[in-house]
């Protein structure tokens, strides 16, 4: 993979928690840069993109975190929810969960797919190790940034499943800094986190079956977008917005712009979905 990824969008967040994800390796689109990218310059990372709801996914996490704490500092873990964190996703071009991907130099250098054995997963990461012996600068990580004791807070409401409770940590947030663009953009990341999950894995059949159906088109897009692909839930929703007015045009266009906030707006996915709404508009 070395080379074929541009991560640089991911050095800029465009602002969230993100989500919890496994352990002291969690790491988000807010601090992807310094715990990935940037150490990726003084020893390999080595980012698991898992989900909660796969039991491979989870197995393969465990297995890495013991391999890990064995393996004395060769290489770093990270561990990414990728549901939770669809840029990261997105810029490492994530085909299936879970994906493993090592990073060094802050470029990808080798992935594999799927869950595997240890002792394959194991022979993976020592040549991942031996490929890039003495050609990193070494040393110990940068000094981090201490923690804000809210966002902690809640991340760790999230981690334990309590949307209400995270929600109500960031809504604490704003009523003292109402600028926060960090808790700005995790509270929108939270609270679609919280609508999508509810949604049927039949949204998407459901809103074929019956283009008149905006209320199905809706849970239709949310499910696209959770399940990381963005295009298609815009353009359902443009597709809406063409073919709708008043009211429900309205809730269409709204439901559209809170999704495109969930992500940077110089994506290119995103500046293309804008221009086709406008097309749609005027």
């Known amino acids: ?3 074929a990824v541009d991560l640089s969008s991911l ?7 993100g989500g919890a994800a496994a352990g002291d390796y969690a790491v988000n689109e807010v601090d992807f840069e310094t715990k990935v990218l940037r150490r990726s310059t003084q020893v ?11 039991p491979g996914s989870i197995e393969l996490v465990r297995t890495l975190e013991r391999l890990v704490a064995a393996d004395g500092g060769a290489w770093e873990l990270a561990t990414v929810e990728a549901e939770a964190n669809m840029r990261i996703a997105q810029a490492l071009r994530v085909q299936g969960i879970p994906t493993v991907i090592a990073i060094a130099g802050g470029q990808p250098l080798a992935d594999f797919e799927g869950a595997q054995p240890e002792p394959q997963v194991r022979q993976w990461l020592k040549a991942v190790v031996d490929a890039v012996a003495g050609k ?13 004791p809210r966002f902690t807070a809640a991340e760790d409401a999230l981690e334990q499943g309590d949307f209400a409770g995270a929600e109500a940590a960031y809504e604490a947030i704003l009523a003292a800094e109402p600028t926060n663009e960090e808790a700005k953009g995790a509270l929108r990341q939270l609270r679609f986190l919280a609508r999508a999950q509810q949604i049927p894995d039949s949204a998407v059949a ?5 283009s008149t159906n905006v209320e199905a088109a809706l849970d239709a897009a949310d499910l696209e977008l959770f399940q990381q692909r963005p295009e298609a839930a815009f353009d359902r929703l443009i597709g809406v917005i063409k073919r709708t007015a008043g009211d429900e045009r309205t809730t269409a266009r709204t439901r559209l712009l809170e ?3 969930l992500f940077d707006q110089a994506e290119p996915f995103v500046v293309a979905a804008r221009r086709k709404l406008a097309a749609a508009l005027y």
């Open 1 to 3: 993979m070395s080379g």
């Open 11 to 17: 050095k800029q967040p465009a602002g969230g928690a």
């Open 44 to 54: 390999p990372v080595v980012v698991v993109l898992y989900s909660q709801r796969s």
């Open 136 to 148: 990193l600068e070494g040393g110990a990580a940068e000094p981090q940034p201490a923690e804000d």
């Open 206 to 210: 459901t809103a074929d079956a019956d």
């Open 259 to 261: 999704l495109f906030e």
